[in-house]
């Protein structure tokens, strides 16, 4: 029966799907040997082994875990069961980040945002930061309904403060972010309540969910951390102020070669400059209709604006985002929290927007939206075909193991992880030492030169054992080719 929802839902339908078959781990282009690990993990997941992404002390595998439902209950691939679980997850988050706006047409363009966000934080559909404020943003809906239902029945409120405490403690397994995000969160909370009611009394029931839960969060933690099997050296470090000069320096020159069109992404490059354009605009409509003071009575506003401030200087500081290059999807929680700020401000302003504004903002969208899509389809790597249909040719080999650079092992076994074994080589950054022994147990074993040697050599020594070249190398899935057979060691005995 049509209603007067129904544009609303046909349109953020679509949205949602433009967006799963073109971002998913099973639709994915760029998917890379990083996507593959979250697969792989699905396809292999043992507790408590495996709380952690394989070899690391941070990122929990969340995806990995819901992805056993529909591995074990709907006999998925681990390939599609991650792409519904990561998508499962968006969904949830939009519909908590959603539940605080009020007009159809700002939900829409926060849909854009989210599903189809700019080329520059693409990664928020897949990395753990996007699954961090999937679960934020739910968390949100879970404490609006709270409030709406704190004199309601007993049951229901704790219903609400237990689910509340899981979702919250479940962002701090899988993102040490997120206790950044938390802290402003509570803070906000706790700052608006005490304004509203002149006093610093709150609901005891509240108390025991607080210090237990965080408890319970710590312990849990420290518990899941131990099964890693590396530790991260100064993860947590902050940068002095050689170290702050160098991050402030590699994010402007970043954004310089943005701005002067110095990367062949030319709809990246006019997308920051509208963007600054809408912000200027943006800024000048909040002084010119004196919105200031209004803007922070809406603790949503409040808490998105200050998230986005404070988790920029908190990446900024951090020592390990600097030695990592100041990777742009670090920065995909500023992106999130300054879009809904943006978003929340312009929804409360709705009668006092003008229609430029109202308009550019979707403008802006749009044009984020397109540009992923145009650097895949023009840059690279230019074409649209999913690379798991690419790397899914060596299915073909039938039952082998494969040994490759980093970049092209994990990636090779995802379409088909339980006949394909595929390993980095000895150098080049083993996450899962057991899945070298399954290599090794094929009896057809392949190897990838591509960025790692220039030519395949006639013997080759890997992990301790002697290949030999078999045959004439070819092209498979866009990688060359070559098959190795295992040295047969004679063992002699003396009288």
């Given at each position: ?5 129904t544009p609303?839902y046909l349109?953020?339908?679509i949205?949602?799907?433009l967006?799963f078959?073109l971002?998913s781990?099973?639709?994915y282009?760029?998917?890379?040997s990083?996507?593959?690990l979250?697969?792989?993990m699905?396809h292999?997941y ?11 002390d941070?990122?929990?595998?969340l995806?990995p ?5 529909f591995?074990?209950?709907?006999h998925?691939?681990?390939l599609?069961?991650v792409?519904?679980s990561?998508?499962?997850?968006l ?5 908590g980040l959603s ?7 700002y ?7 989210w599903?189809?966000?700019?080329q ?7 990395f753990p ?8 943003g ?5 404490i ?11 049951v229901?409120?704790?219903?609400l403060l237990?689910s509340i405490?899981i979702v919250?403690s479940?962002?701090?397994w899988v993102?040490d972010?997120?206790m950044?995000s938390?802290?402003?969160l509570?803070?906000t909370?706790?700052?608006?309540h005490?304004?509203?009611?002149k006093n ?6 509240i108390l025991?969910?607080f210090f237990?839960?965080?408890t319970?969060?710590y312990l849990f933690v420290?518990?899941?951390k ?6 991260t ?7 002095g102020?050689h170290?702050?000069k160098?991050a402030?320096l590699?994010l402007?020159?970043?954004?310089w070669?943005?701005l ?9 490059s006019?997308?920051f400059y ?6 200027f605009?943006?800024?000048f409509?909040i002084v010119?209709?004196r ?6 009575s ?5 808490f ?7 988790v920029?200087a ?6 390990w985002v600097?030695?990592n ?6 920065f995909?929680?500023?992106?999130i929290?300054f879009?809904?700020f ?8 709705e009668k006092?927007?003008p ?5 550019s903002?979707?403008?802006?969208a749009?044009?984020?939206a397109i540009s ?8 690279e790597?230019k074409t649209?075909?999913?690379?798991a249909d690419i790397?899914?040719?060596?299915t073909?080999l039938?039952?082998?193991?494969i040994?490759a ?5 994990y ?5 088909d ?5 595929a390993?980095?080589c000895d ?5 899962n030492p057991?899945i070298v022994d399954m290599?090794?147990e094929k ?5 990838i030169?591509?960025m790692w040697?220039?030519h395949?050599p ?12 078999e045959?004439e ?5 866009n990688?060359n080719v ?14």
């Amino acid at each position: 029966m049509y209603s007067k929802k129904t544009p609303y839902y046909l349109l953020l339908s679509i949205i949602v799907l433009l967006s799963f078959f073109l971002y998913s781990s099973r639709y994915y282009p760029l998917l890379n040997s990083d996507d593959a690990l979250n697969v792989l993990m699905a396809h292999y997941y043992k507790l408590p082994d495996d709380f952690y992404c394989w070899g690391q002390d941070r990122g929990g595998t969340l995806i990995p875990l819901i992805s056993q439902l529909f591995i074990k209950l709907f006999h998925c691939s681990a390939l599609v069961a991650v792409s519904l679980s990561n998508y499962l997850l968006l969904i949830l988050g939009y519909w908590g980040l959603s539940s605080l706006i009020k007009s159809k047409y700002y939900k829409i363009i926060l849909a854009v945002i989210w599903f189809l966000p700019v080329q520059r934080y693409i990664d928020l559909l897949r990395f753990p930061i996007g699954v961090q404020y999937s679960l934020l943003g739910f968390s949100l809906f879970l404490i609006t309904l709270l409030e709406k239902k704190a004199a309601s029945k007993w049951v229901v409120k704790h219903l609400l403060l237990l689910s509340i405490t899981i979702v919250l403690s479940t962002t701090v397994w899988v993102s040490d972010l997120s206790m950044v995000s938390i802290a402003v969160l509570l803070g906000t909370l706790a700052l608006f309540h005490i304004l509203k009611h002149k006093n610093l009394r709150f609901d005891k029931a509240i108390l025991p969910y607080f210090f237990i839960g965080t408890t319970a969060c710590y312990l849990f933690v420290r518990y899941a951390k131990s099964f890693a099997t590396t530790k991260t050296a100064h993860y947590l470090s902050i940068n002095g102020f050689h170290e702050l000069k160098n991050a402030m320096l590699l994010l402007w020159e970043a954004l310089w070669k943005d701005l002067t069109f110095g990367t062949d992404e030319s709809l990246v490059s006019l997308y920051f400059y509208l963007t600054l354009l809408f912000v200027f605009a943006f800024a000048f409509f909040i002084v010119k209709k004196r919105l200031p003071v209004h803007l922070f009575s809406n603790k949503w506003s409040a808490f998105f604006l200050t998230d986005a401030v404070v988790v920029f200087a908190a990446m900024l500081a951090s020592s390990w985002v600097l030695a990592n290059g100041m990777g742009r999807w670090y920065f995909v929680a500023t992106y999130i929290s300054f879009s809904m700020f943006v978003l929340l401000t312009l929804d409360q302003a709705e009668k006092r927007c003008p229609k430029t504004l109202r308009y550019s903002v979707l403008v802006l969208a749009v044009l984020g939206a397109i540009s992923p899509i145009y650097t895949m389809k023009y840059v690279e790597p230019k074409t649209l075909r999913p690379m798991a249909d690419i790397v899914g040719e060596f299915t073909q080999l039938g039952e082998v193991g494969i040994i490759a650079d980093f970049w092209n092992s994990y990636i090779t076994s995802c379409p088909d992880p339980e006949h394909i074994k595929a390993t980095p080589c000895d150098k080049c950054g083993v996450r899962n030492p057991k899945i070298v022994d399954m290599v090794f147990e094929k009896d057809n074993i392949y190897v990838i030169r591509d960025m790692w040697m220039d030519h395949f050599p006639d013997t080759l020594q890997q992990f301790g054992h002697v290949l030999l070249k078999e045959g004439e190398p070819f092209n498979m899935g866009n990688c060359n080719v070559c098959k190795y057979g295992k040295a047969k060691i004679t063992k002699t005995s003396s009288n």
